[in-house]
């Protein structure tokens, strides 16, 4: 089974334009895999507010949460992303 890298995003439960819920398979399998410890951290609000950008500024990257001027949004629904951390 694939595990996840160190600079992945995979979307974990999406949303639908009708507000329905659904689990992707192959985050829902990523994320199960993932058996060492793990903190969450939650960005809500409206889109176009800046959730993205603020998430790749938490974790140093610039481009791993998509941002872009979409109307519809980029990154909707909960997203898992790991990396290893030294000890």
């Not at 995003?9 to 639908?16: G, M």
């Not at 829902?28 to 889109?47: M, N, R």
Request: with cysteine.
């Amino acid at each position: 089974m694939k595990k996840l890298s160190k600079e992945e995003a995979v979307s974990l439960i999406t949303i639908s334009e009708g507000r329905k819920l659904s689990i992707e398979v192959e985050g829902a399998k990523l994320f199960e895999a993932h058996s060492d410890p793990f903190g969450v951290v939650a960005v809500i609000g409206l889109k176009q507010t800046g959730k993205s950008t603020l998430l790749n500024q938490l974790i140093h990257k610039e481009d791993l949460f998509k941002v872009e001027a979409n109307p519809h949004g980029c990154t909707k629904g909960i997203w898992v992303y790991s990396t290893s951390h030294a000890k």
